[in-house]
């Protein structure tokens, strides 16, 4: 019987962030911009690693990992966005839907796990300055890096299985601009406790031991700093990490509310605000703190710039 209630739904309508013709349009205009901003920024991060010598170091290729991954985590958002806002009928098909929301999730893990790893790479140059070379190489960025992507990707797959075993009885209208699994979840005829249940520990996993991994790490690094006799050595320490706690914050604090927040204080409207801050507001936030605290990516894109002129 489960089968056959699952069967009657083949797409799903997205009701978006609004109903409103003109507001859609403003939306559009303003996402368009927003997503330009994230290509833009965050491809030259990208090409200033690789052009420029001076960046090619273990920091500035985890920085160049982000970007990319910033760049793959709005494209699979904001582009259907950006189609609906122009569209009447905001249908999706379920194969859509399921990809979309594979693909959000895993990169959103993904990035869980990278900022982890910027992080240690941060308390390795900074604790162990005269090992750092030795310890973080080239091929063991690589395979870290690799292995980032290869368990985000992986710690997606139960949360999306669990989901699209649920039978949802022929609902099929999402209250979201995306696929997202609460939402989904709430589509469910049935019991979902055991769902919320599992869902909420692989979340809480993914993103409580990274931020515990995290603040261990700047612990560490923040008693190393404190010993540096030279306030010109401080300064240069807190410097690099300074960017790296400012995305931090920024894309943990708006998933883990977004993520571990108990239903019964959700909001259609609350939901769809943090999804917006950390698909796109935080992607495109990302070159801008780290281009404006950082003077070695600074003086590398003045260089590409002059060279493009």
Known sequence: MAWNNVSLVTEFILLGLTDNYLLQIIFFILFLIIYLM?????????LVTITDISLHNPMYFFLANLSFLDICYSSSIIPRMLRDFLSFRKNISMAECVTQMYCSLGLGETECILL????????IAICYPLHYTSIIRKSVCIKVASGT??????LAIPSVAVVWSLDRCGRNVINHFECEIPELLSLACDSIATMELINYTIGTTVLIVPVIFIISSYVKIIRSI?????????QKA????????????????????SYLKPRSLAT??????????????????NPLIYTLRNKEVKSALIKVTRNVI
């Open 149 to 154: 992507w290869i368990c985000g990707f992986l």
């Open 38 to 46: 994230i290509l833009s920024g965050n491809f030259l991060i990208i």
């Open 268 to 285: 259609a409207g609350t939901d769809k605000l943090l999804a917006v801050f950390y698909s796109a507001i935080t992607p495109m936030l």
């Open 226 to 234: 404190l010993r540096i006799a030279s306030s010109t050595g401080r």
């Open 116 to 123: 982890a790893v910027m992080a240690y790479d941060r308390y």
């Open 238 to 257: 807190f410097s690099t990490c300074g960017s790296h706690i400012m995305v931090v914050t920024v894309f943990y604090g708006s998933a883990m509310v």
